[in-house]
């Protein structure tokens, strides 16, 4: 096996792109200025990985100019392996521009330059399976289903359950905008039927309830099962009600839970004759004191696949993702430093009472790391007790005068929501 092709935990495939973020509020128009950054689900989710300790890799295609430069040498400092993204001399580098308001907010803008980027050119054939096989996951987005009938027709084929692949996993991700440009210019299917019939393929799947609701038309966790009943795993994200994971049970009394090893590549789901049932996991989001509204839904399914790659407990992979999810909550920008392992594996082992009084600020994750680091020049102390605003990791010990339990340097901002 060559170097290219080392195996790895995590392989993610997809367009990302170079963003120009407003250094200050309002509308484009008025903008003066902008800070460069990148943007790019899967991409998100591969940096996220990898400073979480995982080996990582993505895999695309950027142009052979300065801003394919930039985001091969972002994104590799991350820790991700970048080898096999492909250099393109004919075509450019996706941009794009964004307003600083939540994207559901009713003056949010962004404006895409992607048209015949080089990453809409990734189709069967043109990239290596070894490279795509090369994890124990793969995770794809629903994105790049829209972005041309070649890179359609990749995600067809990479969602065809075949002897050998790795897990697949799917954020649907549901983009109307980019699949009504996909059907204007006659490049794409109707979106939804497309991303439903890409989810059914996968063994992990994350879907939110409001775009499952967008998209088709259901309401409610049960009735998106109902829709995707293939997958063993699915994830719906459920705002600040928090997230429901529905794990399949065998008829034999067995939990497919969506390990990863030996669960990729199977028949799926037979809805005619299977009568296995499903384990049904809700797990409420965390409290916290948002910076910027952006990055959330990328860092919760990094969270999740961390915790799958890691075999932890159903219950403690989605606590993961909520975690990931409140450290991109509390920064600028889509990308955050993961909070220290150890430390997030305390505090998702906390009691149902503690966790839901746990409450999150900016700062959290470079503190909690601070403290760790603290602990380790102090003999017989922890890092808990280096900071006295920290979550204890025995919820017994915990004040029980204070209604919440705070893991921040900073708390008590105007806006106030929950991981998704």
Sequence with gaps: MTAQHT???????????????????????????????IGGAESNV??????????????????????????????????????????????????????ADDRDADHHEVIYYRAGSAASAMAPGVLDVADLWSGRVL???????????????????????APGRPLVSFDVNFRPGLWREAEE??????????LLELARGADLVFVGEDEAEAAWGVCGA????????????????????????FSRSTAEGGTDSGGV?????????DTDTDTDTDTVTDVPALRVDVVAPVGAGDAFAAGFLSG?????????????????????????????????????????????TAWADLRIGPGWTETTADATEASSDAPGASSDETRPDATRADPTEADETRADVTVTGLSGTDEEVRTP
């Design 7 to 37: 195996p790895v935990d995590v392989v993610c495939l997809g367009e990302s792109m170079v963003t120009f973020l407003p250094t200050r509020r309002g509308r484009l128009a008025d903008v003066p200025s902008f800070d460069r950054g």
């Design 308 to 352: 799958t790659l890691r075999d932890l407990p159903v219950r403690d992979r989605a606590r993961h993702g909520h975690l990931m999810a409140a450290a991109a909550l509390t920064v600028h920008g889509d990308l955050a430093t993961p909070p220290d392992r150890a430390h997030a594996d305390r505090l998702a082992a906390l009691d149902d």
């Design 185 to 194: 210019s006659g490049t794409g299917g109707p979106g939804p039927r497309v």
């Design 139 to 161: 995770h794809l987005s629903g994105i790049t289903a829209a972005l041309s009938p070649q890179c359609l027709a990749l995600m067809r084929e990479l969602t065809t359950r």
């Design 46 to 99: 591969a940096c996220a990985l990898a400073a979480a300790g995982h080996r990582a890799k993505w895999i695309s295609r950027v142009g052979a100019d300065g801003f394919g430069d930039h985001l091969v040498e972002a994104i590799a400092a991350y820790g991700v392996d970048t080898r096999a993204v492909r250099r393109d001399p004919h075509r450019p580098t996706g941009v794009y521009f964004r307003t």
């Design 222 to 245: 049960q009735a998106i099962r109902a829709a995707l009943p293939e997958p063993a795993v699915l994830v719906v994200k459920r705002g600040p009600a928090g997230a429901t994971v």
């Design 261 to 269: 090893d030996g669960a990729g590549g199977g028949a799926g789901r």
